[in-house]
C-alpha cells in the first residue's frame, strides 16, 4: 500500500495521509498530542519536546502559569522553538472509557481547536498526529473517523489552512486512516473529495 496518499477536498485544499516522525514536518504548524499539565509527557509529547528543546518547555510553563491546566478538546500555540514548524499546537485528546463519555465530541474538538488556531496564526499547513490513539487508548479506526470528517468538513470552506497532513507513526494506523477515508467518501457524497495523483 502506498503510504503517501493524497487527497483534493474542496476546490483548493489538500488532505495527505503519510507514515512519519512528525517531528521533521515542514508544515508551518505541528499539532502535539499533549495532556493537561503541558509539562511534556511520552510518545509523541515527549518526542516534540526533545526536537524542539527547552525554550517549547518554557513557553508551555508560562501557558500554564497563566490560564492552568488545558481541558481535553482545546488547544493553545507556542512558537516551534528549534523545529522546522513555526508553531506547536498543543491539544489534549480525550482518554478512551468506552466511547460513552463524549470522547468522539472531544476527540473532534481537538481537531476544530487546533484549525481554528492554525488560521488565527495564518498558517497555510499542518500536521497532525493520531491524537488519542496510543496512551490515551482511543482505538485506531473510530479515531481516525472523527480525525478525518472533522478535517473533511472543515476544510469545505478553506481559510488559511489549505493543507492538513497526517503524520501517522506506523503503517497500522497509517492504513487504519486510509480505510477510514474511503469510508467517509462512500458515506457522504456531498462533501468533495477526490484521490489525486502524487
Ligand atoms: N511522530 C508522529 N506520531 C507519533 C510520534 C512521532 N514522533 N511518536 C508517537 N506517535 P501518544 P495520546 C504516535 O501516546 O494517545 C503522552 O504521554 C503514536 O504511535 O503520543 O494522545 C502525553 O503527554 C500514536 O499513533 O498520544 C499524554 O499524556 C499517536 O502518535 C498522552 O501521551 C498518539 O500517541 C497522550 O496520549
Redesign the pocket.
Known amino acids: 500500500m502506498a503510504s503517501h496518499l493524497r487527497y483534493r477536498i474542496g476546490t483548493k485544499s489538500h488532505v495527505e495521509l503519510i507514515i512519519s516522525?512528525?517531528?521533521d514536518e515542514t508544515t508551518d504548524a505541528i499539532v502535539n498530542?499533549?495532556?493537561s499539565t503541558l509539562l511534556?509527557?511520552?510518545?509523541?509529547?515527549?518526542?516534540i519536546h526533545r526536537a524542539a528543546g527547552p525554550a517549547l518547555l518554557e513557553q508551555c510553563k508560562k501557558i500554564r502559569a497563566q490560564r492552568g491546566s488545558l481541558p481535553p478538546g482545546q488547544a493553545v500555540s507556542t512558537s516551534g522553538a528549534k523545529l522546522t514548524a513555526k508553531y506547536v499546537i498543543h491539544t489534549v485528546?480525550p482518554v478512551w472509557h468506552g466511547g460513552e463519555a463524549n470522547e468522539p465530541e472531544t476527540l473532534a474538538s481537538c481537531y476544530r481547536e487546533s484549525l481554528r488556531l492554525a488560521n488565527e496564526l495564518k498558517c497555510a499547513s499542518i500536521s497532525f498526529?493520531?491524537?488519542?490513539?496510543?496512551?490515551?487508548g482511543?482505538p485506531v479506526h473510530d479515531a481516525a473517523q472523527v480525525a478525518l470528517r472533522t478535517v473533511v468538513e472543515h476544510l469545505q470552506q478553506p481559510r488559511s489552512v489549505i493543507l492538513v497532513r497526517f503524520?501517522?507513526?506506523?503503517s497500522r494506523?497509517h492504513d487504519a486512516y486510509k480505510v477510514a477515508f474511503e469510508k467517509l467518501r462512500k458515506d457522504s457524497p456531498g462533501l468533495q473529495v477526490r484521490s489525486e495523483p502524487l
Open positions: 516522525d512528525i517531528t498530542a499533549a495532556n511534556g509527557g511520552g510518545g509523541v509529547d515527549g518526542a485528546g498526529p493520531s491524537i488519542s490513539t496510543g496512551a490515551f482511543y503524520v501517522l507513526f506506523d494506523t
